[in-house]
């Protein structure tokens, strides 16, 4: 069942997708912002899925599709004849691609609904051939036509698109939030959830995926370790122990192993690694503090207690450090390099 009141937090996008509803002046052309997990695509979904119900319910004061007529049923069976969700073959879209499945598409109406709704994933990956098709559609759309353009960065697009849509960002989720969610609907302990929340900065899909990831749960706990003993350790060691917390083993004696490159865990990978440091960095400061009942990682007393020598000046510098080692991850520099001088950094003999 998917339903408005299920998404938490999106007040701005929401309050956007009543008005529409309410009133029934279509919004034709949207571009849904957000990074990976910050639920673009639940939302797209549950959107059109209102826009098409045979019988839309007010529910707390918002219009909700039913999740019981032939349309809903469909939409949530993924096989709505009306809900389009544009895919590309290659590591981006052909101009081909949106041809077919969109601008020629878009000049049939409708067999079965008042509207079609075309979901575009991805929409960065729209180059400027593609834009371009896409741009005649966007101008002069036909009155049943609804684009929802979903993309993580809208840096990529056209000053001329930008200018055709209603741009909706998902914006973090307050950590309350996704502790009760966590709680309420992944059945998940309050220490741990207020883990996940913290480390998630935010984004709702990383919690979720967190809260249900094994290995994950005993990563901050890996991470605390090699803190403690990151002034004794040499640095080919230090990176090691990085590359264990975020890259599997598969077989131990493989020599695959040699070769892991932090650069191979992935970018969500990484940024949980910096979130995990940056929570740790915090804790160190909220212990100084005199407010353990508000640390993350609760079972770490001891070593907070230890790294409270550390001065507020270190302590700045440690977290503008991480700072920037995600500016850097971001701009796509040597990921092992960048994460080696980030880690040297940890050290609190200097
Ligand atoms: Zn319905």
């Not at 991805?122 to 741009?135: D, F, G, R, V």
């Not at 865990?265 to 909220?286: C, H, K, N, W, Y």
């Amino acid at each position: 069942m998917t339903a408005f009141r299920d998404i938490i937090g999106q007040e701005q996008a929401k309050g956007h997708v009543r008005s529409v509803l309410a009133t029934g002046r279509m919004t034709h052309a949207a571009l849904i912002t957000g990074e990976t997990g910050m639920g673009k695509k639940m939302f797209a979904k549950t959107w059109a899925q209102a826009i098409l119900c045979e019988d839309r319910q007010m529910v707390f004061g918002f219009p909700e599709p039913c999740g019981k007529c032939r349309s809903c049923v469909m939409a949530e069976a993924g096989t709505h004849p009306e809900i389009r969700i544009l895919t590309h073959e290659k590591a981006g879209y052909g101009v081909g691609e949106i041809r077919d499945q969109l601008v020629n598409d878009a000049a049939l109406k409708p067999m079965i609904s008042d509207y079609r709704i075309y979901i575009i994933p991805e929409a960065e990956k729209l180059n400027i051939p593609c834009q371009n098709a896409l741009l005649k559609t966007l101008e002069e759309p036909p009155s049943y036509v609804v684009i929802m353009l979903l993309a993580s960065n809208a840096g990529t697009l056209l000053p001329t698109i930008l200018s055709r849509v209603i741009e909706l960002p998902m914006r973090p989720v307050s950590d309350e939030d996704i502790v009760q969610l966590l709680m309420k609907e992944e059945k998940v302990a309050d220490y741990h959830a207020r883990e996940c929340a913290a480390l998630a900065e935010g984004n709702v899909g990383r919690a979720i995926r967190y809260a249900g990831d094994a290995d994950f749960r005993s990563r901050p706990e890996r991470v605390i370790r090699l803190l403690s003993d990151i002034n004794d350790t040499a640095t080919p060691d230090i990176m090691e122990a990085v590359r264990d917390i975020l890259i599997p083993r598969g077989d131990d004696d493989s020599p695959a192993k040699k070769k892991r490159n932090l650069k191979d865990a992935g970018t969500d990978e990484l940024l949980s690694f910096l979130a995990i440091l940056r929570t740790v960095v915090r804790d160190i400061m909220v212990y100084k503090a005199g407010a353990p009942e508000k640390l993350v990682f609760k079972k770490h007393e001891e070593y907070y207690e230890k790294s409270a020598a550390m001065t507020w000046p270190q302590l700045f510098e440690k977290t503008a450090l991480i700072d920037e080692a995600e500016d850097y991850l971001s701009s796509n520099v040597n990921t092992e390099l960048a994460i080696e001088m980030l880690m040297l950094g940890m050290r609190t003999n200097q």
